[in-house]
């Protein structure tokens, strides 16, 4: 599910590619926060000019408002909101931090310069502990934001949820303690954090059960159910694949030309090897087989009962249609695929197996023994990747980074809770990070305040009224190629819905941009010239 393509010389760092089964994200990357499932104020489409692959949304947000069950109805998060590519949910404890033991409080995430006085903490810190949410060894009990009801997330319960969910990559639950905790408690609730994430990897295990496997077939459970052979059998079939590919039949053809199209909503891939055998078209998303018979070319079909027996074995469902079919009447056969896709389930079989990967999260606040505690524990449990979370000293973030990242295991991908400054996603990428989800970047925007090259600006300033220029000249948003800084400025006074949308599109194609750029210095080798031209220009 993760190819590293390029490292960065004497660093953590490396460029790669994530393979879900919504498509592939190319890192480092930033994850656009889509916390109700829908980035505010922006249309998929808009998100997606923006430059942004992936989209997390909120587990906390999302079971008490629609609800999991619903989302599940609908198709799973990226059918519910419209968005096709890849999506994330995190487990729901950050929440249970933020609106729980932080709420209302001057308590935040990072402890910065502006930080209040230790009494203040101390204080607020008490009188806050149990006011929303209440920590056992068991789980979280906490008070909705929406209508004060009670409710109590496990490890398990979040697992039940994100499995409903159904987004590509999930998180394991933990408790993201306050950057104030005094060191004993971390201690404590680290411990429990690591309990939870093995209760997370059991109740995984039991909604994603890995299925037996035929031996000796070739056939392998890869993350996700992208890879369904072993190499070996890969590398002898993939010539004939190819040659499959260029030379199909007229009803292949036919049928090809609408799956690929998103015709059916659902992602098919064409000549897929499963084990020893190619099949015409499969959808992973839904274990779903579409086999088009009677191509004179195709010398495996003769196997067709061994064929069935080992594709039903490892959970696909085979639909089939005559080549007379496809070509006489596509529109009923695209109908008779629909109905299929309808009628299957989401997480069943192969395909459905591996269709969520399950990453752990990293906790230990601000010191090094915890972090590194729990980068070893975290590490070696069987998570497909790993969330670093918590709480930073904000000038040490990328050192806290660094301890941690240095003991991961390399070949998996690394995702960094909850940050997303500019300077802040730098250093996590020289130290190690492929992903980042970060609120700030659009909830700023729909504040005025807007990245440059040069620094933030916030457009409601005085001398923004009269700039007949863009807000970055150069810059390739949709905002800036069409609309000038005198205009934003206007919409921002007047209150005008457009403001928050405009202003939004450009901070997130300026954090896409800085990203995709950084990858691009990974994959020349330069990275720490790009570093230092950056950071000579920006101003914090
Ligand atoms: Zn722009």
Not at 287 to 307: F, M, T
């Amino acid at each position: 599910m993760f190819k590293i393509e390029q490292k960065i010389s004497k660093s953590l760092g490396r460029a790669g590619v994530l393979i879900t089964p919504h498509g592939e994200v190319q890192t480092p990357s930033f994850v656009a926060v889509g916390t109700k499932a829908t980035v505010k104020s922006l249309s998929p489409e808009q998100v997606k000019e923006a430059g942004s692959q992936i989209v997390l949304a909120n587990t906390y947000h999302l079971y008490l408002e629609p609800g999991e069950k619903i989302v599940k109805e609908a198709g799973g998060l990226g059918k519910f909101m419209n968005w096709q590519g890849p999506t994330m949910t995190d487990s729901g404890g950050f929440q249970a931090f933020s609106l729980g033991v932080a709420y209302g409080s001057k308590l935040s995430k990072f402890i910065g310069n502006e930080s209040p006085k230790q009494e203040e903490i101390d204080e607020a810190y008490r009188e806050e502990r149990d006011k929303k949410a209440k920590i056992t060894e068991d789980g979280v009990e906490f008070k909705s934001i929406i209508d004060g009801s009670k409710h109590f997330f496990t490890p398990e319960k979040s697992m039940q949820i994100q499995s409903d969910l159904g987004a590509d990559i999930i998180f394991a639950f933990d408790e993201c303690t306050s950057p104030h905790a005094p060191k004993e408690y971390l201690k404590e609730a680290l411990a429990r954090t690591h309990r939870w994430a093995e209760r997370c990897l059991i109740e995984y295990r039991k909604n994603h059960p890995t299925p037996t496997l035929p031996e000796g077939e070739g056939a392998q459970r890869g993350t996700f159910g992208y890879h369904t052979t072993d190499s070996v059998t890969w590398k002898n079939l993939q010539q004939r694949v190819l040659e499959m590919r260029e030379k199909p039949t007229p009803a292949e053809n036919m049928l090809w030309q609408h799956l690929r199209k998103n015709s059916t909503k659902y992602h098919f891939r064409r000549q897929h090897i499963v084990g020893n055998f190619i099949v015409d078209f499969v959808c992973l998303e839904k274990s779903l087989v579409i086999e088009v018979d009677g191509d004179i070319h195709d010398y495996q079909k003769e196997e067709d009962k061994s064929r069935t027996e080992f594709l039903n074995k490892l959970g696909f469902y085979i639909l089939r249609f005559k080549n007379e079919e496809v070509v006489e009447n596509i529109l009923k056969v695209l109908e008779g695929i629909k109905v299929g896709l309808k009628a299957l389930p989401f997480g069943e079989g192969l395909g459905g197996v591996s269709s969520q990967a399950l990453f752990g999260i990293v906790q230990g606040g601000r010191y090094e023994d915890l972090r590194k505690e729990s980068a070893k524990v975290i590490g070696e449990m069987d998570f497909d990747g790993f969330g670093i979370g918590g709480s930073f000293v904000k000038e040490d973030m990328a050192t806290a980074v660094k301890w941690v990242s240095g003991i991961l295991p390399t070949d998996k991908p690394r995702h960094l809770l909850g940050v997303g400054e500019p300077v802040d996603i730098i250093f996590g990428v020289e130290n190690g990070c492929d992903t980042f989800d970060c609120v700030a970047a659009t909830r700023m925007a729909r504040n005025g305040t807007l990245y440059t090259k040069r620094g933030k600006i916030n457009i409601n300033n005085a001398k923004y009224k009269n700039i007949f220029e863009p807000i970055e000249e150069g810059c390739k948003c949709y905002t800036c190629k069409n609309y000038t800084c005198c205009y934003l400025s206007h919409l921002f006074r007047s209150k005008e819905m457009l403001a928050a949308t405009l202003a939004s599109i450009h901070n997130l194609y300026f954090i896409n941009s800085l990203v995709a750029e950084m990858r691009e210095s990974i994959l020349n080798e330069n990275f720490f010239d790009f570093k230092e031209n950056f950071l000579r220009d920006y101003k914090v």
